[in-house]
């Protein structure tokens, strides 16, 4: 199974991603998450992109292309993946489609939770909260004023990305705005209506 999972910061992509990698055994690439870590070790990319990350900007399309291209390439992503973060532009899009052609490979299904945006910066000063709460460390990108730049981000560069996958018919829309086990849910009855079609 080959999934994206697109959609607004904060609209749950990463906890839904958490789920379904245990569900289907296949594992979440995160371009965020691969930064960060990226940036934590102070390797070339990341000290490239630190500071558009700070500032809730996009890094380049040539960055995280690479990125992906080397994971997509290792061995537990070759049962199937989920794409949390990625793509995040129209060129990202495209230069996924042609390594997915180039390896043989397709998508199986974007999902896109939809979500009402005024309530995304309520949502995020919660995710800190509670990431403060449990001793974890709260994401510099999380402060309010810097999510607005990332929304932005999302409203300008990736919104885009949705119609792309609806032209290609492997769009589906999931309710964001319902609890975390009715968006699972949501998700676990569309994916199985794939198993079905095949
Ligand atoms: P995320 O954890 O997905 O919210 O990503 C955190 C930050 O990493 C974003 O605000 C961007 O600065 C950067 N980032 C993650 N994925 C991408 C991507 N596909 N394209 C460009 N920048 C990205």
């Known amino acids: 199974m080959r999934l994206i999972l697109v959609g607004p910061p904060g609209a749950g992509k990463g906890t839904q991603a958490t789920r379904l990698v245990e569900k289907y055994s296949i594992p979440q690439l995160s371009t965020g998450d691969m930064l960060r870590a990226a940036v934590a070790a102070q390797t070339p990319v990341g000290v490239k992109a630190k500071e558009v990350m700070d500032a809730g900007g996009l890094v380049s399309d040539e960055i995280v292309v690479g990125i992906i291209r080397d994971r997509i390439g290792e061995d537990d992503a070759k049962n199937g993946f989920i794409l949390d973060g990625f793509p995040r532009t ?19 299904a974007v999902l896109e939770l939809r979500v009402d945006q005024t309530k995304l910066v309520d949502r995020i000063i919660k995710r800190a909260e509670d990431a403060k709460a449990a001793g974890e460390p709260v994401r510099k990108d999380d402060d309010p004023e810097v999510f607005k730049q990332r929304l932005e981000a999302y409203n300008r560069d990736t919104a885009i990305v949705v119609p792309y996958y609806e032209k290609t018919g492997l769009l589906s829309v999931v309710d964001g705005m319902q609890s975390i086990d009715e968006v699972t849910a949501s998700v676990e009855s569309i994916l199985q209506g794939l198993d079905e079609k095949v």
């Open 90 to 108: 129209l060129a990202q899009a495209e230069a996924l489609d042609q390594m997915l052609q180039d390896s043989g490979l397709k998508l199986n």
